[in-house]
């Protein structure tokens, strides 16, 4: 049981070139998120997905576009890099509260080890 | 909208002494109020967490109290470690159950 796991763990790229970082959870957990984290900004949420086939917005989507074909990934893509997106990535994933017969999201957000991007 | 306020950004303290960091949140509808920890070049992880349904909650040396009038939580760690050392992070769910916003971090020092 591996949990949240993100790839690549670090990568530069230079301005205008694009990318694709990878989360995979085995958890079967149904929601997904992705945050970055930039000093004293905390963790700001970029995406996030309900399920398997859905995304949407979070507080700073631009520049950023994601997807959900299979409910185990959650991939977020950057097609043109801007120094601006040079941060720490941050993949999570969070369970329904069972038993409760409601699609209600569970409570702890699990979180991957980070991914290091730096954008020259 | 969304905003989760924490104060303050940075905390200094004796070994021993007790650590208090806030947090304020706009959406009254507000239900879960979970609190992590980020050891450097490490990943967030949650330390304790507490439902609108209580006013505190306490797991060993670490407390949640909640105040849902004036809409702000706060966390409290007594007779505090150097391994207790870390950015703290408040969250709160935003205009959706299924998100959490996060507070911008408290980056606590304890001094031997």
């Known amino acids: 049981n591996a949990g949240v796991t993100q790839t690549p763990k670090f990568r530069v790229l230079k301005t205008g070139q694009s990318m694709t970082l990878l989360c995979a959870q085995d958890m079967n957990h149904e929601y997904m998120y992705w945050y970055r984290q930039d000093p004293g900004m905390g963790l700001r949420l970029i995406h996030y997905s309900v399920g398997e086939g859905t995304t949407a917005k979070g507080e700073v989507p631009d520049g950023y576009n994601v997807s959900r074909l299979k409910k185990q990934n959650f991939l977020l893509g950057l097609e043109s890099a801007a120094p601006s997106q040079t941060s720490v990535y941050f993949c999570?994933?969070?369970?329904?509260?069972?038993?409760?017969?409601?699609?209600?999201?569970?409570?702890?957000?699990?979180f991957g080890e980070g991914s290091w991007l730096t954008v020259v | 909208g969304e905003n989760v306020e924490q104060h303050p950004s940075t905390l200094s303290v004796q070994e021993g002494d007790s650590a208090v960091i806030k947090c304020t949140y706009s959406?009254?509808?507000?239900?879960?109020f979970p609190w992590y920890k980020q050891e450097l070049g490490k990943r967030p992880q949650l330390i304790i967490d507490i439902r609108s349904n209580v006013g505190e909650k306490k797991d060993q040396r670490i407390a949640v109290t909640l105040n849902k009038t004036a809409k702000h939580f706060s966390l409290h760690i007594t007779e505090t470690q150097p391994e207790d050392s870390a950015v703290y992070f408040c969250?709160?769910?935003?205009?959706?159950?299924?998100?959490?916003?996060f507070g911008s971090g408290t980056r606590l020092l304890v001094r031997p």
């Open positions: 959406d009254s509808a507000s239900n879960y």
């Open positions: 969250a709160a769910p935003g205009d959706s159950s299924y998100k959490l916003i």
């Open positions: 999570a994933s969070r369970g329904p509260v069972t038993g409760l017969g409601a699609k209600t999201p569970g409570n702890t957000i699990y």
